[in-house]
């Protein structure tokens, strides 16, 4: 049979490590092992009561079924921008400034293509969400990897990228409150990084899908409250944690006309838009939270507390993540992060990322995701502190 091989773009894609930790998951199975996964970052709650109605009513009306306006309903973009003033106090134009996406993947995918040429440079943050990556590839861009180290915050440093690449990249991306660091960003490291771009003349991608996911009274700003911001950026939201519509697919692009042009012009070549009751369900839950509908944080942030407490007391100390479902956790030396991964699992059927699954500089940590019951969380953090004691570690 003749052998269809992966494209060499495509086997550039995405990191095997998922696929390994699959395998060892799989392996834990057959040794028996009861599997805690805290693995990937999907949300197991469902969207609002309110969220889920509206989304059945939708469904069941005779003319939900057209193709929708591809870069989104009206009253769609009109509630994104009503939403944007209420929470960033930032004012958008709902004709230019606003697309609607198929979950911010599909924008963070597509966007590089749509401004970018192959040969174009591309600022990428190492750890850093796959995607991003993916999505350079698909362009034929060439990444440079923006060094986030415990020892500068999780911030890159703009003055060590060499002028040259500065003068050739097209894009930067930047993720605050980060997957899969849990870092945040302040008012002045965005008012660098517009200064920076401006300079360059590079596109600001910044990725804020966990904007609504922070603690302890933390509220993420949005880039595009910085002056002048809307020059040189442009700000991808996700319903998926926001509103644990994750499988429900929807999110959105906002910011520089340019750029939110040029990804409905791609776009427009490859799909026809969300789904209209999807649309709706969107809608319903930014409404809700514009209404003073409590949000995610608070129960993600009980779990952050419970399942971080229960690991000081397993003797595992670890900082208190300020936002986003992730545990970013410092491995001992002497193990790699896969090692670690693979050993954990299989001894205690408790599944973490690897850090090098998100980039080089991932080396030396584990991932956990916020994504199992109390009840679960806090057997987990007992088979982990066994796992520590039996391995002497
Ligand atoms: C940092 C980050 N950006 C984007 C996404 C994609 O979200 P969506 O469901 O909106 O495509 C995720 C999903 O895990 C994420 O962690």
Redesign the pocket.
């Known amino acids: 049979m003749m052998r269809i091989p992966l494209s060499q773009r495509a086997s550039r894609m995405g990191s095997a490590i998922f696929a390994e930790v699959a395998s060892w998951k799989a392996e834990a199975h057959a040794l028996g092992k009861n599997v805690i996964d805290l693995g990937i970052?999907s949300p197991d709650l469902p969207p609002s009561q309110r969220v889920r109605e509206v989304l059945d009513s939708c469904i069941r009306a005779d003319d939900s079924y057209a193709y929708p306006l591809s870069r989104g309903s009206a009253s769609f973009r009109q509630t994104v921008c009503s939403w944007y003033q209420y929470r960033f106090n930032v004012e958008l134009d709902a004709e230019r400034e606003v697309l609607a996406l198929m979950?911010?993947?599909?924008g963070?995918a597509h966007l590089p293509t749509a401004i970018a040429d192959p040969g174009d440079i591309a600022l990428i943050p190492d750890p850093g969400?796959p995607?991003y990556l993916a999505g350079i590839e698909m362009a034929g861009l060439t990444p440079y990897f923006m060094p986030l180290t415990e020892s500068g915050g999780y911030l890159p440093d703009f003055t060590s990228i060499p002028q040259d690449v500065a003068r050739r990249a097209k894009l930067m991306i930047l993720?605050y409150p980060?997957?899969p660091l849990s870092a945040i960003a302040d008012r002045s490291f965005y008012e660098d990084a517009v200064r920076f771009a401006a300079r360059w003349e590079i596109l600001i991608v910044h990725?804020a899908?966990?904007s609504e996911m922070a603690f302890d009274g933390f509220r993420p700003m949005s880039i595009l409250e910085i002056p002048g911001a809307k020059e040189v950026a442009v700000e991808f939201h996700?319903?998926?944690k926001s509103f644990h519509m994750?499988g429900c697919?929807i999110?959105f692009a906002v910011g520089n006309a340019d750029a939110v042009h040029a990804l409905q012009v791609l776009k427009a070549n490859i799909d026809y838009g969300v789904f209209q009751p999807v649309q709706e369900a969107g809608i319903t839950a930014l409404t809700e939270d514009m209404e003073g509908k409590p949000s995610v944080a608070a129960h993600y942030q009980h779990r952050r507390d419970l399942f971080i407490q229960a690991l000081a007391k397993e003797g595992w100390e670890l900082p208190m993540p300020k936002a986003t479902m992730f545990v970013w956790a410092p491995i001992p030396q002497g193990w790699t992060s896969r090692q670690i991964s693979r050993e954990m699992l299989l001894q205690t059927g408790v599944a973490v990322i690897p850090g090098d699954a998100f980039g080089k500089e991932g080396e030396g940590y584990v991932r956990m995701a916020l994504v199992q019951s109390n009840e679960q969380l806090t057997e987990a953090a007992a088979r982990i502190g066994r796992f520590v004691r039996e391995n002497r570690i």
């Open positions: 970052g979950g911010s993947q599909d963070l969400y995607v993720n980060s997957n990725d899908a966990y996700s319903l998926s994750a697919r999110g």
